[in-house]
């Protein structure tokens, strides 16, 4: 059974820097796209980034470019997003997320990030 842990969340001041992880386990499957959503409270499950194993380019929302690099480590079976100049909005618990080619995607449990002074 695959499963994906996420880390690398934590409390960060305005302008700070986070790097987040994502590591998949179990049997090995081809998929679609491997990305991060983030929730913030009261809010819904935003995009924010992806990378697509069919062109192999990376994908970012628009309150994210810039600032968010989304990385991948075939070799680690990990995924990473570098998130510099972060702001007290991008505060939200993250989660990762991998896109099969059939059958409902597959959730990490989230990493909570922070940003406040």
């Known amino acids: 059974q695959v499963q994906l842990v996420e880390s690398g969340g934590g409390l960060v001041q305005p302008g700070g820097s986070l790097r987040l992880s994502c590591t998949v386990s179990?049997?090995?499957?081809?998929?679609?796209?491997i990305g991060w959503f983030r929730r913030a409270p009261g809010k819904e499950h935003e995009g924010v980034s992806c990378?697509?194993?069919?062109?192999?380019?990376?994908y970012y929302a628009d309150s994210v470019k810039g600032r968010f690099t989304i990385s991948k480590d075939n070799a680690k079976n990990t995924v990473y997003l570098q998130m510099n100049s972060l702001k007290p909005e991008d505060s939200a618990v993250y989660y990762c997320?991998?896109?099969?080619?059939?059958?409902?995607?597959?959730w990490g449990l989230g990493t909570q990030v922070t940003v406040s002074s």
């Open positions: 997320r991998l896109d099969l080619f059939s059958g409902a995607p597959i």
């Open positions: 179990g049997r090995t499957l081809d998929y679609n796209a």
């Open positions: 990378i697509s194993t069919a062109d192999g380019r990376a």
